[in-house]
């Protein structure tokens, strides 16, 4: 019997961000008896993924760093895990960890992939630099998103392959479960027959929840039988929930902080609303819709490729996003609207974003990106 194929993939943390919680469910899908896949992250106190991983059959390691400029301090250490490991292959995603990777991998001459999840625009000025300047030192780059790719080769101008693989989502997993959403609303004392109005979202500025709040408000102050439901964590949650009680919305949403099991939060809502300014290919996005959600968003990065309004969801420019209350009454209202757009949109991500999708082009990548080395 062959060797195992060996991946390395490295990323800085492991919460539940969109890039990190794709880890786990693209293991679950991957052919082990043909891969092995190794984890390398830096932040040791965002570890919500690690347990998924390693019951998924990833190998962990934590080389803990309080900082980007210590991050890139752990390429000898790294490049000692790749030699030890016999490692063949070295997948970094998010900017911090592809710049450590490419250390690494001018240090081991080990090919690397990296995939952006982001446009290079929404970036600092120093990451901007630094993402130009190393560019050329690695193998082949992924891009989640049309928008995404546009973004490097307008930014970057980059000599070597860029690749857009989109992200996906187990449409078997993320399924709906009816049982699960009305136990949730018991729990919460959302009544039965409410419209839940959700999110699931880290909450940093990009989200723009406290303007996601101020959509709600004024559709909940038109429609008495509005709950909502806002599922994360993040640096701004403090200054969210003093919005949330500038609006007097205590009674109205439901705020369950950080979630490992995202999937009867998803049950509980009839409408996904997303009020980002920018976003790269957002998983919640393409989750919330696998779940059977009726979508209201923004129109920010990725998700254009995604929603084609009227049909699989509702969607307004970034700019407009206080028109996304109109859509939300609408919803509220018509029932088969709401269901239409529910149905269409798992149809969506079943046609082009599922994750066995996913896995497969990423496995033909990986076993191409060693060849060509």
Partial sequence: ??????????????????????????????DQSKFEFHYIYFLPWKNQMVEAIQQAGGQVTCLSATNNFKILLKAKTIAS?????????????????????????RLTNVPLIYTE???????????????????????????VSGDVAESINKNIH??????????????????????????????HSIPSEAIVVGTVAVFRFQKRLKEWLDVFKEA?????DLFGVIVGDG?????????????????????????????????????????????GL?????????????????????????IDPGRNGMMEPVEGWKKLTNHIDRLVSDRDTRL?????GRHRIIQSFSMARMVKEMEELYCNSIVLE
């Fill in 1 to 30: 019997m062959a060797d195992k194929i060996k991946i390395l993939h490295i990323i800085k943390s492991l919460g539940r961000g969109g890039a990190e919680m794709l880890l786990p469910e693209s293991l679950k899908l991957h």
């Fill in 81 to 105: 895990y790749v030699q030890d490991n016999r490692i063949q292959l070295i997948h970094a995603h998010l900017p911090w960890a592809g710049f450590v990777g490419r250390w690494v991998h």
């Fill in 117 to 143: 999840h982001n446009k290079q625009e929404r970036y600092h000025f120093l990451t901007k630099w630094i993402n130009r300047f190393t560019f050329k030192w690695q193998s082949i780059v992924v891009a």
């Fill in 158 to 187: 980059p000599t070597i392959p860029v690749k857009l693989l989109l992200n996906g989502v187990n449409v078997d997993f993320f399924k709906r479960s009816d049982d699960e959403g009305q136990l949730m609303r018991r729990k």
């Fill in 220 to 224: 909940s102050d038109r429609n008495s």
């Fill in 235 to 279: 640096p701004l949650r403090i200054e969210l929930e003093k919005h949330l009680r500038e609006l007097n919305l205590e009674s109205r949403i439901v705020m369950p902080g950080l979630q490992t099991e995202v999937r009867p939060w998803y049950s509980v809502m009839n409408i996904f609303m997303m009020t980002s300014v920018f976003e």
């Fill in 282 to 306: 957002p998983l919640s996005l393409l989750e919330a819709m696998s779940m059977e959600c009726a979508v209201v968003t923004t129109d920010a990065g990725g998700i254009k490729e995604v």
């Fill in 340 to 344: 239409k757009l529910a149905i269409a």
